[in-house]
């Protein structure tokens, strides 16, 4: 069992930035894939980014989020930049045993985080 917890979200201005925290309990965090993935209001959850033993993200983020992760202190991080209002939504981490190719498949996923909230003003 891994259990996630979000953290570093908040209300930032458009062009801001700020940095999520995901701590995930358990021993086997290494062997772990981890995502981010963000749900705005009236819409379907959708991905971000993700890292195992390389990375890959949306296209509506990249070059503006890097996503990383600690692996002593089993953590997983993202940072954004370049903040714009559409990126408004609760943030969620996630973590599962599966391959490369399906990082970006929400249902691939086994374990989520509670969810942390970002608001971008314009």
């Known amino acids: 069992q891994v259990q996630l917890v979000e953290s570093g979200g908040g209300l930032v201005q458009a062009g801001g930035s700020l940095r999520l925290s995901c701590a995930a309990s358990?021993?086997?965090?290494?062997?772990?894939?981890m995502g981010w993935f963000r749900q705005a209001p009236g819409k379907e959850r959708e991905f971000v980014a993700a890292?195992?033993?390389?990375?890959v993200y949306a296209d509506s983020v990249k070059g503006r989020f890097t996503i990383s992760r600690d692996n002593a202190k089993t953590t997983v991080y993202l940072q954004m930049n370049s903040l714009k209002p559409e990126d408004t939504a609760v943030y969620y981490c996630?973590?599962?045993?599966?391959?490369?190719?399906?990082?970006?498949?929400?249902?691939?996923?086994?374990?989520w985080g509670q969810g942390t909230q970002v608001t971008v003003s314009s």
């Open positions: 358990g021993r086997t965090f290494s062997s772990l894939a």
């Open positions: 890292i195992h033993w390389s990375f």
């Open positions: 996630a973590a599962g045993f599966l391959p490369a190719g399906l990082r970006s498949t929400l249902g691939a996923y086994d374990y």
